[in-house]
């Protein structure tokens, strides 16, 4: 039977619940609970189905906590790692040395200059989420394998701007390296991971600095990379680089979300200052985006689908697509006063003509009209203020928009969605009549 992936099921604070819940009852001292939590987060596969299957029975029931059979757990460490994940694993280990090493050349002058603010980043978006003029910072420029083109316009826009900053990676040892290919189970992999990320911490701390800026909840070694830094009067801060939830275990000093869902479902190992940011905003910029929503207007409504998929043309995601798209079709393809717009996501590839939609190749030609409806089942751009017009997520049989969003964003089903295209366009209707006459 083929697995089911059930967007957003793991960032449910159900499933942490359960996973935090049956891991306790292992009796482990707490600093070996809470690495195994996030270790049983990534690589525990049966008790994921496991979950998947209890939420499948009665979804409403799961997220509310009165559902699903007691969580059953096996020994995570044990597992074996598929030909892949090895393969993926000393890509990783190669890529990270050799930044490291050719970052070491930099340490000397960077303790010279005491810059005392040490930015770990990897592409562009770090800038999104701190202060991109703030004095003293140095950038450590970590391996992004995922878009190589991005990472080196990334690195020429350092250039250009003169910024200060260094390659850097985790010191992986050989001997766990060597370990992990012989054994190519979890257990090696997490002394391997650990093992580095401490070094790394003692590394950074090596270098005179006061604050570290990260945005690596993503990272399953950020948890021992904190947890060593806590010891030392350094301030560690993360802040969040999207409403996405991942390991839920962590050990930043503060913490800088952008939903108060972020906030009950992540687990801090001490004191953690928790803050909610506005995802690459300013008062001056949505000062500036009020002005002109205000300022422009257009005739009728421009409906705006924003894909989330980048995978292959079948899946949860694509089913809800697909689904999504022929009901708007259907029922507003048609209608008079109603343009209907695609647009891709940026990491999807090959994309193909949808039938009656009108692919969006800049947000210019919508953005910031009146009129103007973002629909989405769960992206980032809900909150972002780049996207400026009325904005509505989408809830699907399997697809739960309230695990990652507070309950002031609009949700509603696609039936809901029509309905409320259809009031709109008859509001825009009345009022131009009012202005002809």
Known sequence: MARIEIPLLRESEAFVSRLMSAVTTRGLPRYFFQRRV?????????????????????????????????????????????????????????????????????NRRVRATQVGIYRKSYVDDIELVFDQEQDGVLRAVFPFPINVRRQLRYIAYLLRRGRSFKLDGNPYLLADTLRFIRKRDVASLMRLEVRAQIRQARAVLALGIHEIQLSDEFDIGSLDFTRYLARYPVRVINSAHGVGKYYPVHGYREFRVLTNRQKRYYH???????????????????????????????????????????????????????????????????????????????????VEVVPGFVQLSSLSQVNGRDGTIFVSFFSTSQIDPAFRGKKVLIRSKLIYPEIAFDESEQILGMSELVELVRREVSATSVLAERAVH
């Open 268 to 350: 801090a190992i001490r004191a953690c200052e928790y803050s909610l940011r506005c995802l690459n905003d300013t008062s001056a910029m949505r000062a500036s985006c009020a002005a002109e929503l205000n300022a422009q207007s257009t005739k009728g409504i421009v409906l705006v689908v924003l894909s989330q998929r980048f995978g292959g043309p079948h899946g949860v995601i694509a089913d809800a697509e697909r689904e999504l798209l022929d009901c708007l079709r259907i029922e507003l393809g048609n209608t008079e006063g109603v343009r209907l717009f695609y647009k891709p996501h940026p990491n999807r590839r090959n």
């Open 38 to 106: 996030n270790w049983t987060y990534r690589y525990d596969e049966d008790f994921y189905d496991q979950e998947v299957a209890d939420f499948l029975r009665d979804p409403d029931a799961y997220m509310s906590g009165s559902g699903g059979n007691p969580a059953q757990l096996s020994d995570v460490r044990t597992r074996r790692l598929e030909a892949k994940q090895v393969g993926v694993v000393l890509l990783k280990v190669l890529s990270h040395r050799l930044f490291h090493v050719l970052g070491k050349t930099r």
